[in-house]
């Protein structure tokens, strides 16, 4: 039987006649959207909730168009049980997350499937062409998804800065080169959709979360290309740090005395870890140009002679820090988003292997993943992020 909590978004309902309502669906929607498929007496069973209840609630998801029966089911005996499931053509999450030259936008539908996934092209970088793409992105998917049941429900966006939770003003932006941007009410203007705003490390590991880890209570995710970024689950919630400011994990010093770095301190771990380090080091080590994003792989997947010894100072970089990062923060999991990592088994073998060398235990020791997500990781986890406040209302209504 599962523990009946209240959801932390139910708020101050703790007096109201109908928290219990709100209890119930909150259960059955999680319980479905994390199994799939179900039939009421499973439901039942699971939640612990009387099998009229169950019905009550099931007619009423049913009414409202978000959950749809799929014919019998498995049974071990007599009549098959109807089964039930989300239903994901009944609307649909943009999750759009920016960069430096490029907006990456990835559509999921209510059940949490993938529907697009695209890169579409920004007139720069400044305020305002990011905001003004975002709201075309929406404008477009609103369009697109307008005969379904909920349309498009929502739209997550995942900055590269530190975002202030609930307005969505970004504090800072290094990578986009903003301060105290309002970005959240500037899209409201032109967009006025259900809208959530949120830092890109952050939202990429919840979606990494989500899908790989969901039972790691002590999880953090590093995202490695052009800096290091992280995102970090703390005894089974996401942490924010003051600001949105949590996860500049490339700017601990890991080179006593190292350069300056843009952010202001010395020898910064983004300087020797990230993959913009490595393609630099590649370059210099064969005296021309810095390899791009493909050669980067083919190069990680069969390195020549002449970049053993970069990719071992990579390996080694990395390995310093995170194993300071396993030490600090204890996680159970860590996923590491790297697309050279991912090309090379023999580099993640290296890292593995030095980090249990060198990183105490913590009783069994942390246990290293590569995503899965790679770059759509973001705007994937944005899409959720938006997903979730659609359910939230939905679960909310419930008490109406
Ligand atoms: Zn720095």
Redesign the pocket.
Known sequence: MKELGIPPYAGDRTGDKSLSKVVNRALLLDLLRKSGRSSRAALAKETGLTKVTVSSQVADLLELGIVRETGAGASELGRKPVMLEVDGAAGFALGLSISTESLRAVAMNAAGEVDRDEVLPMEGRSPEAVVAAVADAARRAKRRYGRSRFGLFGVGVALPGAVERGSGRVVRSAKLNWTDVPFQEAVARRYPGMLHVGNDATLATIAERRLHAPEADDFVCLLIDEGIGSGAFINGAIHYGYNGQFGEV??MTIVHGGPR?????LG?W?LYGSELALRQALGAARRGPPPGAEELLALAAAPPDWSREAFANFVGYLTTGVVSIVNSLAPSTMAINCDALAASPALFDALKAGVADRAMAHGGGCELRLSSLGKAAPAIGAAMAATERFFEGLVLQGSQ
């Open positions: 490339g700017h770095c843009p952010c202001g301190n910064c983004d």
